[in-house]
């Protein structure tokens, strides 16, 4: 039972455009929420991340937001780069959960 | 300098082998883990060690044994491999368990059952 879900699979953006990334969980303790960038045959690199006591959190070109209510969080790339392609994948826990819990993650691939 | 290191990078062997995959980490972190992805590319945990200690197996077959001699290092061993075992697994590391921190991923180790 998947408690954290990334629904696209993959999605595809010209350079200088925006690209948001989804990201929905269904455990209403997750307070702790995390977005990783992963080249191919390399490891899971963290990006950004939220606390739960926020609803958005930027760090350059890279900005978070939080939908408690919606239990929905996503990542926006802006503007979007060719070195930004990658899978994205979204990661949630809690103070007493001791792991982190992943999606699936998002293929994005930046067209020059 | 890397961070968190996992050996090998690939690993082919055949069904019924043991074979060992060890991670280190240099960043002096508490808390160390083994994740497994899967062919759905989920990465679904498999343990969790905190100073050395057990604290997660996630419904893990006995047939995987994590080793800890010290809270740098956390060594995956899997007896008698089958097809199934065939996976990426990632090390990674975090500073404490859970909450407000994130953790760091090795390279990743290509598991292939023959």
């Known amino acids: 039972d998947q408690q954290v879900k990334q629904n696209s699979p993959s999605l595809s953006v010209q350079e200088g455009r925006i690209s948001i990334l989804n990201c929905d969980y269904t455990?209403?303790?997750?307070?702790?929420f995390l977005w990783y960038k992963k080249y191919p045959a390399e490891g899971p690199t963290f990006l950004i991340s939220?606390?739960?006591?926020?609803d958005k959190n930027e760090d350059g070109r890279f900005t978070v937001f939080l939908n408690k209510s919606a239990k929905h969080l996503s990542l926006h790339i802006v503007p979007s780069q060719p070195g930004d392609s990658a899978v994205y994948f979204c990661?949630?826990?809690?103070?007493?959960?001791?792991?982190?819990?992943f999606g699936s993650g998002t293929k994005l691939n930046v067209k020059p | 300098d890397t961070a968190v290191s996992q050996t090998p990078k690939y690993l082919v062997t055949q069904m019924g082998n043991d074979k060992s995959i060890k991670c280190e980490q240099n960043l002096g972190h508490d808390t160390m883990y083994w994740y497994k992805q899967d062919s759905k590319k989920f990465l679904k945990i498999m343990f969790s060690y905190n100073n050395k200690e057990l604290i997660i197996n996630e419904t893990v077959p006995n047939r995987f044994s994590p080793k800890s001699p010290d809270k740098a290092h956390l060594n995956l061993h899997i007896n008698s491999l089958e097809l199934g075992d065939s996976a990426v697994y990632f090390c990674?590391?975090?500073?404490?368990?859970?909450?407000?921190?994130?953790?760091?991923f090795g390279q990743g180790t290509r598991l292939t059952v023959v």
């Open positions: 939220i606390s739960s006591i926020k």
């Open positions: 455990n209403s303790m997750f307070d702790y």
């Open positions: 990661a949630a826990s809690a103070n007493n959960f001791n792991k982190f819990y």
């Open positions: 990674a590391s975090s500073r404490e368990t859970g909450g407000n921190t994130e953790a760091f």
